[in-house]
């Protein structure tokens, strides 16, 4: 019964769009939501009649996800079912109860009732209890706003799993978003729901493909891969699969990593469609790591979002990049 109230209610969700959607964004009215940094990007939503919630963005996750103590009872609406993620080392992650509520992020209010976990517990595997209790809230604050993407025709997928839980610019919408990441703590970034024509108009469309997630052809000098883009994650991780790889690379390394100050030639997407611009290996944040193809997926972490703003436009399957303004 529990399990086809869910169903019912994402279902609805995407009946909701054919009618609503555009129009019912605050009838496709441009707002603007601050985003700020404290070492990593964070933005600020309400759930019913809770106070501000300060949310980590995670573009390599999705849906909204907030800690105990932060939601009242009158807030939200139980389902009794649950939901389990893994973070990316595959050994730790959370848990908890989905339940429904009124979701307002900065002035931009969702429409109908949004699925949120409600996380009540950590996810250990046996052996990495020590690396759970490190975890703790992960980012800090009150919990995560997820807002990966895929393709459209993926999406029926995504609504079909049991107790699922997605970005809600997708799930509750969809709607298109620029992603302006502060370039240090001290800076303002933003989010832009239903951007313009003319801001839309200076970034490079990246195609999605279906079944491919959010990835995009990422190449540094002769080096090829997909990858993701993931505020999530700190450092940079390339898979290396052989010597050759590396030599493709055509950059100085210390060990596994390529070495600090290096000047690194990056292009996202590949022929009319593509942005090249240079970022510079660094430590944390910019470091980049030499992953095996068994120990690592190809991704540019947070660093990445210092030089670039990002369009995610859901109806058109694109990721849009451009270099910051």
Known sequence: MKVLFLTAALLGVTAMWANTSSANASNGQ?????????GVPFL??????SAPLSMFIDTGAGGI?????????????????????MYGDGNTGIEGEIVLGKVRIGDFVLPGKTPIQAIDKHV????????????????????TIGIGTFHP???????????????????QGPFSYILSIPRTDSEAGKLIVNPTQQEKSRFVRIRLTPGGGQRIPICINRYCFEGILDTG???????????????????????????????IPIVLGNGRNALAFQAVAGKKAARYNLKGKDNGRGLLG????RYIDVLYDFDAGVIGVAPKL
């Open 30 to 38: 441009r707002i603007e939501v601050p985003v700020y940094s404290d």
């Open 44 to 49: 600020d939503l309400t759930v019913g009649s």
């Open 65 to 85: 996800r907030i800690h105990p103590g932060n939601i009242g009872q009158g807030d939200v609406k139980h389902t009794g079912q649950r939901n389990k993620i």
């Open 124 to 143: 250990c595997k046996e052996g990495h209890e020590r690396a759970c209790e490190r975890q703790g809230s992960k980012h800090g604050g009150a919990g």
């Open 153 to 171: 025709t993926d999406l029926r997928k995504k609504i079909k799993k049991e107790a699922s839980i997605f970005n809600p610019l997708i799930q």
């Open 233 to 263: 994650t700190v450092g940079n991780n390339i898979p290396i699969a052989s010597q050759n790889d590396v030599k493709q690379l055509d950059l100085p390394t210390n060990g596994d990593n390529i070495a600090d100050g290096t000047a």
């Open 302 to 305: 947070i660093d990445i979002f």
